[in-house]
């Protein structure tokens, strides 16, 4: 199968368009899942892309860029492993031991736009201390074309020599390496789920936990998805409705609490004074009563 001159063109631009998402607005089109998912309906097999992307995404869980650290570039590799995937036709699997390894590689990709656009920032600090607004505003989306052309070419040229690529790499990489990559594919997800139960308040809401792994487990014939995360769902519900009428009982309790004080007489020298105001109110209070 041969990538034909629109798809690739439709692809490239699209990775562009992810990068510039992943950077301002995050919609989610930057999102690995979203990237096989578009590059199967474009190649025509959205089942292989959903596949791919959607294994990508379980490796990405609780990894972000802070700081300016710089991250794989799973995106592309979900592009570019769907792609690989259908035009060999050796399956998903095939893709996202591809994926995985493109996506490392064009790690250093990132780290060249930051480096290019460190150009455009710093021609804007100086076109600032001249007080040039319009030309920082310039240089500012002009440091959009590193970011675009980081992802677009190495997808381009990927798709450009897909065939000869894929032909090369079944005729280089041996086996025992492609079963590795697979295991990697299959491992990574569980690395992701695990990088984000980190962030997870765990030692709290374990019984949640255990429930909705428990049914996954041992039903999962029985439960999808969707119907553990309704069950996720009501739980929480439930949850923040108890709490909720605990602290109106503990509201209710304080204020009881603060009416039934003795009332406060001030301006009190003599202890004795206050000893005999003590007396009346206790008087006071047992004949309210």
Same mark, same amino acid.
């Given at each position: &199968? ?15 368009? +992810?990068?510039?998402? $992943? ?12 990237? #096989? ?24 869980? #609780?990894? $972000?860029?802070? #700081? ?11 592009? &570019? ?7 060999? +036709? ?9 994926? %995985?390894? %493109? ?20 021609? $804007? ?52 390496? &492609? ?12 690395? #992701?789920?695990?990088?984000? &139960? ?18 996954? $487990? ?72």
């Amino acid at each position: &199968m041969k990538v034909s001159a629109i798809a690739i063109i439709v692809l490239s631009l699209y990775v562009g368009l +992810g990068q510039l998402d $992943a950077l301002s607005l995050k919609t989610g089109i930057y999102s690995p899942v979203f990237g #096989g998912a578009v590059a199967g309906l474009v190649l025509g097999d959205l089942k292989t892309g959903l596949i791919v992307g959607a294994t990508l995404q379980l490796a990405t869980l #609780g990894v $972000a860029t802070y #700081g300016g650290a710089t991250v794989p570039d799973f995106l592309s590799g979900a592009v &570019m492993g769907t792609a690989y995937a259908i035009i060999s +036709g050796r399956g998903a699997a095939y893709g996202i031991g591809l994926a %995985i390894p %493109i996506g490392l590689l064009l790690t250093q990709m990132d780290i060249l736009a930051r480096l290019a656009n460190t150009y455009f920032q710093n021609h $804007a600090t100086r076109e600032a201390e001249k007080g040039n607004y319009e030309a920082v505003e310039r240089n500012n989306l002009y440091g959009i074309i590193p970011w675009v052309l980081s992802r677009a070419i190495p997808v381009f040229i990927g798709l450009t020599f897909g065939a000869a690529v894929v032909k090369a790499i079944n005729n280089w990489i041996p086996q025992w390496l &492609m079963n590795g990559l697979k295991t990697a594919g299959i491992i990574l997800p569980a690395m #992701g789920i695990a990088i984000l &139960m980190r962030y997870l308040p765990l030692k709290r809401y374990y019984p949640y936990f255990i429930l909705g792994f428990a049914l996954m $487990a041992y039903f999962a014939k029985q439960f999808s998805l969707l119907g553990l995360a309704l069950i996720g769902f009501a739980l929480a519900a439930i949850y923040v409705m108890n709490r909720r009428k605990d602290h109106q009982k503990a509201n209710s309790v304080e204020t009881k609490q603060s009416t039934s004080q003795p009332k406060h007489i001030e301006n009190i020298q003599n202890p004795n004074d206050a000893i005999e105001a003590n007396r009346v109110d206790e008087e006071e209070v047992e004949f309210d009563a």
